[in-house]
Structures are given as C-alpha cells and as structure tokens.
C-alpha cells in the first residue's frame, strides 16, 4: 500500500512540475482575505514508542485556511488517521485517530520563485479510538472475552512546514509534512508522537 502512495505522490509531484514549467505566471494581484480548500492524502509514521503497538499506514484529511494577506494565513484541519497494529499480541487491537487542529501559517515568498515554502502550527483535539478485539479463553469450557471498542480524546498540538506549487490560476499542489503529539490524560495510554507527510490541491474558492 505504501509503494503504490509513493508511486501515486511522485507521479503528480512529476506532472505538476512539467505543467508549472509550461504554464505562464499570473499577472492578477490578488485581494485579500482569500479562502482555501485542501484535500489531502499521505501515510503516517508512529514513533518514539507508538511504533511499538502501531505500524505506518495512510492518513486523509481536509484543510480550509483563510489567507489575510501575502504571508499570513490560518488553518483549521480534520484528518483520519489509521492505526493498524504491529504486534501480534491480542490485546492491541486495531486503532485510529481523528485530529481536529487550527493555528497560523506563514508563507514564504519570492519574486523570482514560483513554488513557495510555508511553516505552521496548530493545537486541537485528537479522538483516539481502539476496535472491539477478542481475547481467546485458556479454557474450553469458557468463553472468549470480548473487549469492545472505546474512544478517548486528547489534546494535543503539530507543527509542520511544506510548499505550494503553482499548477494553475485557481489550485495549488500542496505538501506537507507535520509531527504531531498527544498529551498523556487520565484514560488510556500516554502521550503519543507520529508523523504524517501528505499531499493534495490547494483550491482558490
């Protein structure tokens, strides 16, 4: 799955370059605030010790930033994250996190560059949710026990830095990459840390 993500990513990474270096720049100043939409799609990679329950699968997720002027502009995200397990160990089930996050972002621009590089950050909640998994009884005479699924939300903040690649007078390519944490809480497990590299279109509406 994730060979066939690579391959998908760096065959838009190579048409959009071929399209930009024949495309004409724009000539239209923009009026701001200007609103965007970005679909995106990538992998996530857990690490420092989410890696040992959780092994790198795929992510999506929608962006909508307000830009107020050339450099400034806010996001609000919403994203899947999936979660399969790495172990064989019956009391990790499959999970997944659902990440609703907003903050600032900061473009760099250039004249005599096209493409253009961006940081941001953002704080928000992280729904982190466990599947029903079975555990199998010692015993013939008893039955297995069921676990069912649970949820637990937490806070947790990204940072990330990326780039917009012009591919047309109204859409971006947009990637991106973004560490984000969880702080540990009361519920299940403690603070946890992946990363997420993903790309998409950046929409002028």
């Given at each position: 799955?994730?060979n066939k993500?690579?391959k998908l990513?760096?065959a838009?990474l190579?048409m959009?370059?071929i399209?930009?270096?024949s495309s004409?720049?724009?000539t239209k100043?923009?009026?701001?605030?200007i609103?965007y939409?970005?679909?995106l799609?990538g992998?996530?990679?857990p690490?420092?010790?989410?890696?040992?329950?959780?092994k790198?699968s795929?992510n999506?997720?929608?962006?909508?930033?307000?830009?107020?002027?050339?450099e400034t502009?806010?996001?609000?995200?919403?994203?899947y994250?999936?979660?399969?397990?790495s172990?064989?160990a019956v009391?990790?089930?499959?999970a997944?996190?659902?990440?609703?996050?907003?903050?600032?972002?900061?473009?760099?621009t250039?004249p005599?560059?096209?493409?253009?590089?961006?940081?941001?950050?953002?704080a928000?909640?992280?729904?982190f949710?466990?599947k029903e998994y079975?555990i199998?009884s010692p015993?013939?005479?008893?039955p297995?026990?069921?676990?069912p699924s649970?949820?637990n939300t937490?806070f947790g903040?990204?940072?990330g830095a990326g780039?917009?690649?012009?591919a047309?007078?109204?859409?971006?390519?947009?990637?991106?990459?973004?560490?984000?944490?969880?702080?540990?809480?009361?519920?299940e497990?403690?603070s946890?840390?992946?990363?997420?590299?993903r790309?998409g279109?950046?929409?002028?509406?």
């Open positions: 799955m994730l993500i690579f990513a760096f838009l190579l959009v370059l399209f930009t270096n004409e720049a724009q100043k923009p009026v701001y605030p609103i939409i970005s679909p799609v992998v996530q990679f690490i420092m010790g989410l890696n040992d329950k959780y790198p795929w999506g997720g929608l962006d909508v930033a307000l830009k107020i002027n050339r502009a806010f996001f609000i995200n919403g994203s994250y999936n979660m399969p397990k172990t064989d009391s990790i089930p499959d997944s996190y659902i990440g609703i996050t907003a903050g600032p972002r900061y473009v760099f250039s005599k560059i096209k493409a253009q590089g961006f940081l941001e950050a953002g928000g909640v992280f729904i949710n466990q079975t199998p015993s013939l005479s008893q297995d026990i069921i676990i649970n949820s937490l903040v990204t940072t780039v917009f690649i012009p047309g007078d109204s859409f971006d390519i947009i990637m991106k990459t973004i560490l984000n944490y969880t702080f540990p809480s009361g519920g497990g403690g946890r840390t992946f990363l997420s590299a790309i279109i950046d929409f002028k509406l």
